[in-house]
């Protein structure tokens, strides 16, 4: 199976800077990736699939991108809403699994 | 709109079996998959499987084979989950999720796009 890995696992950031996470695919997955936002005590909002298409209502400072196997989401200007623990997941074929998460919060 | 809304908490021994349902409003459950995801205390998500709530053969993580199943009853919109031989590591949070694809009914890549609420599966002797 493919494995999902991210990094960091854990970041801190003052309001106003930029985020990056990396989510790593073992093999190939085309731009079969998906960005979850999961906030404490909350189920997960859906914030990116295909690699970069943003869903409809989250905010333009979120955006995502790929190269071959390495997909990055980015958080151009942190906000104190933004603190969550962000997920990654493919959806090529099963098992559709997750990355570990990287945990955000506010330096 | 679309919502899942799930059943509610559950304390198990270890040994027993759990159902959890979920029930889908806001559009026709029979036009996408069904995803089931657990998330244990502090941990990350575990996909556990993926249904087609019109019929056929779920499709379960190698983990789960032989003590999941992922059953529909169409008529009023609800899917099932059922864990049999519940340990303490089975305690977490089970979602359900609608797989939604662009352009395609029962798209095979699907993202999930809508959660249920969640329900707390407790095993404890």
């Known amino acids: 199976d493919i494995q999902m890995t991210q990094s960091p696992s854990s970041l801190s950031a003052s309001v106003g800077d930029r985020v990056i996470i990396t989510c790593r695919a073992s093999q190939g997955i085309a731009t079969y990736l998906a960005w979850y936002q999961q906030k404490p005590g909350k189920a997960p909002n859906l914030l990116i699939y295909g690699a970069s298409t943003l869903q409809s209502g989250v905010p333009s400072r979120f955006s995502g991108s790929q190269s071959g196997t390495a997909f990055t989401l980015t958080i151009s200007s942190l906000q104190p809403e933004d603190v969550a623990t962000y997920y990654c997941?493919?959806?090529?074929?099963?098992?559709?699994?997750f990355g570990p998460g990287t945990k955000v919060d506010i330096k | 709109q679309v919502q899942l809304i799930q059943s509610g908490a559950e304390g198990k021994k270890p040994g027993a079996s759990v159902k959890v349902s979920c029930k889908a409003s806001g559009y026709n459950i029979s036009t996408h998959y069904m995803h089931w995801v657990r998330q244990a205390p502090g941990q990350g998500f575990e996909w556990m499987g993926i249904?087609?709530?019109?019929?056929?053969?779920?499709r379960y993580a190698q983990k789960f084979q032989g003590r999941i199943t992922m059953t529909t009853e169409t008529s009023t919109s609800t899917v099932y989950m059922e864990l049999t031989g519940l340990e303490s590591e089975d305690t977490a949070i089970y979602y359900c999720?609608?797989?939604?694809?662009?352009?395609?009914?029962?798209?095979?890549?699907?993202?999930?796009?809508?959660w249920g609420q969640g329900t707390l599966v407790t095993v404890s002797s």
């Open positions: 999720a609608r797989g939604y694809g662009i352009g395609c009914h029962l798209c095979i890549h699907n993202w999930l796009d809508s």
């Open positions: 997941q493919k959806y090529d074929r099963a098992p559709f699994t």
């Open positions: 249904m087609n709530p019109s019929g056929g053969n779920p």
